[in-house]
């Protein structure tokens, strides 16, 4: 081709246009592209309705490495792109979340622990996430793992985040807030069961629940459900699994196929139709302090997860 290098816009990929060769674009061309596409996703991909009121995420499952942490910056980058504003609070002291979100999380940072466990008000620990407009982040720093023990001494120690996300000025309905307002709050549980994820459980509204599409996939899952039980039971009855996400499904296997099915005849409609296809451009997009939204806005998982929090944003429509 002469003197130009094929650029597919994200118009090319909503009707479907096939991908050119990647071998022939250099780095630096490649990278122009992805920056034109996400800068073009989010203005091609037309907004949501925001919902009347904030609706606050957990995203758990105590099972490690099943895609918590990629579901909620992807969902939360996506959402954004549709339109609404996102606080993502990093509560896992891995802190994976704030690197993908591409913000500080070194020792000193205002974070989570400070919110958590010296009842610092939340909105002066939120930073602003360069990834998408509309998207803020509390990240997490390695202090958040002493917090698990330090937390057990401290009064009302199981509702201290509800406490501080209620508490920040900008959570709430419609009508008192107007429009600024949050209309996302997603919390990146650790894999454990321990006093983060039940100050978790306790401080949200509505939990997604990740699921990977392998063979012990619903091993330990009662364990999650019957904790979910316990805190609507005691301390949190408005919680809803509403959100069932099956993760890294290969189409190509029987058995993945087989763990969707089985997923949904125990979910029912709480199981999200779009399913995250197990992708290399997912799993980068960490590396480059990215979601895979912005990474590459074109690739199956950006489109997957983008068809994701259209799902979530249309069930939140409902009365
Ligand atoms: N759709 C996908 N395709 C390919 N790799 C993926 C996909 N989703 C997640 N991964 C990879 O799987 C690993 C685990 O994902 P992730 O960190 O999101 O899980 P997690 O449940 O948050 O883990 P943890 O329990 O440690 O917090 C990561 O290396 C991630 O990059
Ligand atoms: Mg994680």
Same mark, same amino acid.
């Given at each position: 081709?002469?003197?130009? @290098?094929?650029?597919?816009?994200?118009e090319?990929?909503a009707?479907?246009?096939?991908?050119f060769d990647?071998? #022939?674009a250099?780095?630096?061309?490649?990278?122009?592209?992805?920056?034109?596409?996400?800068?073009?996703?989010?203005?091609?991909?037309?907004a949501?309705?925001?919902?009347?009121?904030?609706?606050?995420?957990?995203v758990?499952?105590?099972?490690?490495?099943?895609?918590?942490t990629t579901?909620?910056v992807?969902?939360?980058?996506a959402?954004?792109?549709?339109?609404?504003r996102?606080?993502?609070?990093?509560?896992?002291?891995?802190?994976?979340?704030?690197?993908?979100?591409?913000?500080? #999380?070194r020792?000193?940072?205002?974070s989570? @622990?400070?919110?958590?466990?010296?009842?610092?008000?939340?909105?002066?620990?939120?930073?602003?996430s360069?990834?998408?407009?509309?998207?803020?982040?509390?990240?997490?720093?390695?202090d958040?793992a002493g917090?698990?023990?330090?937390?057990?001494?401290?009064?009302?120690?199981?509702?201290?985040?509800?406490?501080?996300?209620?508490?920040?000025?900008?959570?709430?309905?419609?009508?008192?807030?107007?429009?600024?307002?949050?209309?996302?709050?997603?919390?990146d549980?650790p894999?454990?069961?321990?006093?983060l994820?039940?100050n978790?459980?306790?401080?949200?509204n509505?939990?997604m629940?990740?699921?990977?599409?392998?063979?012990?996939?619903?091993?330990?899952?009662?364990?999650?459900?019957?904790t979910?039980?316990?805190v609507?039971?005691?301390?949190?009855?408005?919680?809803?699994?509403?959100?069932?996400?099956?993760?890294? @499904?290969d189409?190509r296997?029987?058995?993945?196929?087989?763990?969707?099915?089985?997923?949904?005849?125990?979910?029912?409609?709480?199981?999200?139709n779009?399913?995250?296809p197990?992708?290399?451009?997912?799993?980068?997009?960490?590396?480059?302090?990215?979601?895979?939204?912005?990474?590459?806005?074109?690739?199956?998982?950006?489109?997957s997860?983008?068809?994701?929090?259209?799902?979530?944003?249309?069930?939140?429509a409902?009365?």
């Open positions: 081709m002469s003197g130009g @290098y094929p650029v597919r816009t994200a090319d990929i009707v479907g246009a096939p991908d990647h071998d #022939h250099t780095p630096l061309a490649r990278a122009a592209e992805h920056v034109v596409l996400a800068r073009q996703g989010a203005r091609l991909r037309p949501m309705p925001r919902p009347p009121a904030t609706r606050v995420f957990v758990a499952n105590q099972k490690g490495g099943v895609g918590k579901s909620t992807n969902v939360a980058a959402l954004a792109q549709l339109g609404q996102v606080l993502v609070i990093d509560l896992d002291p891995q802190g994976n979340a704030s690197t993908a979100l591409g913000v500080e #999380h020792r000193g940072v205002p989570t @622990y400070d919110a958590l466990v010296d009842g610092v008000p939340l909105a002066e620990v939120v930073s602003v360069p990834e998408v407009d509309g998207l803020c982040v509390v990240p997490a720093t390695i958040l917090a698990e023990i330090e937390l057990v001494s401290v009064v009302a120690r199981e509702s201290r985040l509800r406490k501080a996300i209620l508490g920040h000025p900008q959570v709430g309905s419609a009508e008192e807030l107007g429009d600024d307002r949050f209309d996302y709050v997603l919390i549980c894999p454990s069961l321990g006093l994820t039940l978790a459980l306790v401080a949200g509505e939990m629940i990740p699921i990977q599409a392998e063979y012990y996939a619903l091993e330990g899952l009662g364990q999650l459900l019957e979910v039980e316990m609507r039971a005691h301390l949190n009855p408005a919680l809803d699994v509403s959100t069932i996400l099956v993760t890294m @499904y189409a296997t029987r058995l993945a196929a087989g763990v969707a099915e089985e997923v949904r005849e125990h979910f029912g409609d709480q199981v999200l779009t399913t995250i197990r992708s290399v451009r997912v799993s980068e997009a960490p590396s480059y302090g990215q979601t895979v939204m912005t990474y590459d806005p074109g690739s199956p998982g950006a489109l997860y983008l068809e994701a929090a259209r799902e979530i944003a249309t069930k939140g409902r009365p």
